[in-house]
């Protein structure tokens, strides 16, 4: 039961970022994050990518990127929103 249900929680974020410009990989991404050496050492990269990608959603229905997000603690958050709008949804970029 609990494999179907993180299936699926997967599968959604999956579907969006495929939906995304072309512009938007995970590559870019992580290469991104280690570029600019972002925290993100108690993650593994999927889950850093989701947050990604769920940050990217949120901005797009109109909340900050400076708003405080209790999803992932222990990293970079702000880091990860910053590569996020630079590499996954850079139509939030203002």
């Known amino acids: 039961m609990w494999g179907k249900l993180?299936?699926?929680?997967l599968a959604v974020?999956?579907?969006i970022l495929l939906a995304s410009p072309a512009?938007?990989?995970?590559?870019s991404f992580m290469q991104y994050?280690?570029?600019?050496?972002?925290?993100?050492?108690?993650?593994?990269?999927?889950r850093v990518?989701?947050?990604g990608i769920q940050h990217c959603e949120m901005m797009r229905q109109g909340?900050?990127?400076e708003e405080p997000s209790d999803?992932?603690?222990l990293l970079d958050i702000r880091g990860i929103v910053d590569a996020a709008q630079h590499?996954?949804?850079?139509d939030t970029l203002k």
Do not use: K
Request: charged share 15%; aromatic share 2%; net charge negative.
């Open 6 to 9: 993180l299936l699926t929680a």
């Open 13 to 15: 974020p999956a579907a």
């Open 71 to 73: 999803t992932i603690s």
């Open 49 to 51: 990518l989701l947050f």
């Open 87 to 90: 590499e996954l949804c850079p």
């Open 23 to 27: 512009h938007a990989d995970r590559d």
């Open 63 to 65: 909340v900050s990127p």
């Open 33 to 46: 994050i280690r570029g600019h050496q972002i925290n993100t050492s108690v993650a593994h990269p999927d």
